[in-house]
């Protein structure tokens, strides 16, 4: 069965909002708030990749201490973004 758009929108805020360490689920929660619904097909598809990938690592390459996957770069910039203040102080 082939799961709908907005399904696969709600999944995948619940997977941001669930993770494994509590930064995490402040980054990507918002991020996903703002976000998902004006993601083309393909971008939530690249996002849900990236969802599968290690909290500590995501978590790295949006503080800049680790460097991101070509597949990512553009992606985790965008989240780097709104992220300020919860990796680093400002």
């Known amino acids: 069965?082939?799961?709908t758009?907005?399904?696969k929108?709600?999944?995948l805020r619940m997977r941001s909002m669930r993770r494994g360490i509590k930064?995490?689920?402040l980054?990507?929660?918002?991020?996903?708030?703002e976000?998902?619904?004006r993601f083309s097909d393909d971008a939530l598809d690249l996002y849900d990749q990236l969802l599968s990938e290690n909290d500590h690592d995501i978590y790295g390459w949006i503080g800049g201490q680790i460097a991101v996957p070509e597949p990512y770069l553009n992606l985790v910039t965008k989240i780097a973004a709104g992220a300020q203040g919860v990796t680093r102080p400002h």
């Open 1 to 3: 069965m082939t799961e």
């Open 5 to 7: 758009r907005d399904t």
């Open 9 to 11: 929108i709600k999944r």
């Open 23 to 25: 930064e995490m689920d």
């Open 27 to 33: 980054i990507l929660q918002a991020f996903a708030d």
């Open 35 to 37: 976000n998902l619904n």
